[in-house]
């Protein structure tokens, strides 16, 4: 009888953090100078209102006297003449004959028509979860710990540069590959990929469209790439308020490519799941939406994927660099949304902040529509693959740097 064999779980130094609530807590609305105007931002100030009024009648009635409440003798006598329905206005000019109060009730229902006093049955349409949590709240909570996102990139002297080596990506996008010849895309294909992108849904636009633009991608030199799991090992990138991160796809490296000892120190960093033999240091990410979803939140979600792609490289440049050298205006890490036939391609970097502190940023490299034409959905397939190729040697050239300095060491 054949033994499964469990997979191995990394030992962590420090105990991994609890998975984060649907609700945001409360330190994430206080921590924002200006919340912006939407719909979770109402509902958190409904929230905290009736928290509060729940509160005061709490203590209203504990510290209530009941001597204090007790109707008077005025009080009482009102409502005993109130119960015969009031005094007579007949007198008075277009007063008219006044009935009993059931009869008076009874008239105005039958003049306002059915469905009168029924409260109505209306169910809250409410953003979903995935896109509503990547709102303007959530940019500028980022803004605020020094992570840009390109929504926040200003004009002019206030403009955030574009990447070094942007020039570099664009030339390595625009190579040719042999695997996308006319003969192995064809029309059937490129009809197949519209259907599912107009009538899908994000998870069977992840396993059936996706493919088509990814290709074959298999090696012993690489690793199995990341499709849609929680990445919940990596330092919490601001103040631990937001949720880990949950690419529908992330491409790193085999944990064997990176010393031993380095992956301990930095596990924190480049090991994004516990179990050994998942990819390290992920560096290149794709986020998906159908036709419904908000784009602003798409480039929200793929920018916070980057930006902890981003830091992993940074970190191990840093070992392996000199002080000051670890900056070199250059992104290592790219990423792709796809949303209606639309693929955009940003990239991110790290880069100098405020007080000497270590900030990231997110920049747009270019988007193509690649469910137009056949021309069009091969060259947005040979645009992607080539970004993840590249993307797979930067990490692996970062890797080795840190190796050889792990050697000297």
């Known amino acids: 009888m054949l033994k499964i064999r469990k997979p191995r779980k990394r030992e962590y130094h420090v105990p991994i953090q609890p998975k984060y609530r649907k609700k945001r807590p409360a330190a994430f609305w206080d921590d924002l100078d200006q919340p912006p105007l939407s719909q979770v931002v109402l509902r958190e100030f409904n929230e905290r209102t009736l928290e509060k009024r729940t509160e005061l009648l709490r203590k209203k009635k504990q510290n209530a006297n009941p001597e204090a409440i007790k109707p008077s003798r005025r009080q009482v006598l009102l409502k005993q003449f109130c119960r015969g329905g009031g005094p007579d206005l007949s007198f008075l000019r277009c007063g008219g004959e006044t009935g009993s109060p059931e009869t008076v009730a009874a008239e105005i229902v039958m003049a306002a028509g059915p469905g009168y006093g029924k409260i109505p049955s209306i169910k809250a349409k409410l953003p979903s979860e995935k896109s509503s949590m990547y709102d303007r709240a959530f940019a500028h909570h980022l803004r605020k710990h020094n992570v840009i996102l390109p929504e926040y990139q200003g004009k002019g002297k206030s403009k955030i540069s574009e990447p070094a080596n942007k020039a570099t990506i664009m030339t390595e996008l625009s190579k040719s590959r042999e695997s996308l010849t006319p003969s192995s895309i064809k029309t059937e294909h490129l009809t197949y990929f519209q259907k599912i992108n107009e009538q899908g849904s994000i998870a069977i636009m992840s396993r059936d469209a996706l493919p088509m633009v990814e290709g074959r991608y298999r090696g012993t030199d690489k690793a199995v790439p990341f499709r849609a799991q929680e990445l919940n090992t990596l330092t919490h990138l601001t103040d631990g308020t937001l949720p880990p991160i949950m690419p529908q796809r992330a491409h790193g490296s085999p944990p064997a490519k990176l010393h031993e000892e380095l992956r301990k120190d930095f596990e924190h960093y480049v090991c994004p799941t516990v179990w050994e033999k998942d990819g390290i240091v992920p560096n290149f990410f794709c986020e998906l939406r159908d036709s419904t979803g908000n784009p602003d939140g798409l480039q929200r979600d793929l920018g916070y994927s980057l930006v902890f792609g981003a830091r992993a490289i940074h970190w191990l440049r840093v070992y392996s660099h000199k002080k000051g050298q670890e900056?070199?205006?250059?992104?290592y890490a790219l990423g792709f949304t796809l949303q209606e036939g639309n693929l955009a391609l940003y990239a991110g970097r790290a880069r100098k902040g405020q007080a000497g502190s270590t900030g990231y940023v997110v920049n747009q490299m270019g988007s193509w529509v690649i469910n137009d034409t056949v021309d069009?959905?091969?060259?947005?397939?040979?645009?992607?693959?080539?970004?993840?190729?590249?993307?797979?040697?930067?990490?692996?050239?970062?890797?080795?740097?840190?190796?050889?300095?792990?050697?000297?060491a």
């Open 327 to 331: 900056l070199d205006g250059c992104a």
């Open 376 to 408: 069009g959905f091969r060259k947005g397939a040979k645009i992607y693959r080539n970004a993840r190729d590249w993307a797979d040697r930067m990490r692996q050239e970062v890797i080795d740097e840190a190796n050889r300095q792990m050697a000297k």
